[in-house]
């Protein structure tokens, strides 16, 4: 099954709600992105660097 296909069946995890109401702990994040990986066949895969863009944090 290709990861469209997979999609399309909706058989990709969703984000579950955070267990804090601050965020997610780290073990729920790495968790959550294995799970992914996993879904789409592309286990062990990096995770991307979070960045920060200037035009969504302007006021």
Avoid: F, K, Y
Wanted: proline letters at 14%; aromatic letters at 6%; hydrophobic letters at 35%.
């Amino acid at each position: 099954m290709s990861p469209l296909e997979r999609l399309l069946a909706e058989a990709i995890p969703v984000r579950p709600q955070p267990a804090t109401p601050w965020g997610w702990t780290q073990q729920q994040q790495d968790a959550h992105w294995q799970a992914l990986c996993n879904t789409v066949g592309t286990p062990g895969a990096q995770r991307p660097t979070p960045t920060v863009d200037a035009a969504q944090n302007a006021a």
